[in-house]
């Protein structure tokens, strides 16, 4: 394979991951936040009901983390950048 078609397909790749559903915005566990802070941050930057904030709020205190929502990568990334800028550990996958 050439070079250009690595890098056609790097390209389309790139492309279909900043539009397509498949990321994940993952939230992990600290030992600073109480459940509250947590649970209004996620219904507040994630749209989450409070039970989905709730039940995903005791997944990352029991599990360490959770991925908190999926989508496409930009309207992850902002969230992820909310979330961070509260003090809270988000990632992307």
């Keep these: 394979m050439t070079g250009k078609q690595n890098f056609q397909r790097e390209e389309s790749f790139e492309a279909n991951n900043l539009q397509g559903e498949g990321n994940y915005l993952i939230l992990f566990n600290d030992d600073v936040h109480d459940f509250d802070f947590v649970i209004k941050s996620l219904v507040e930057i994630c749209g989450h009901s409070n039970v989905q904030a709730e039940q995903c709020t005791y997944l990352v205190h029991y599990k360490g983390k959770c991925d908190v929502k999926k989508g496409n990568y930009l309207e992850l990334k902002s969230m992820q950048e909310e979330l961070v ?9």
Excluded: E, T
Aim: glycine letters at 12%; proline letters at 0%; aromatic letters at 0%.
């Design 85 to 93: 800028d509260r003090g809270l550990q988000a990632a992307l996958q």
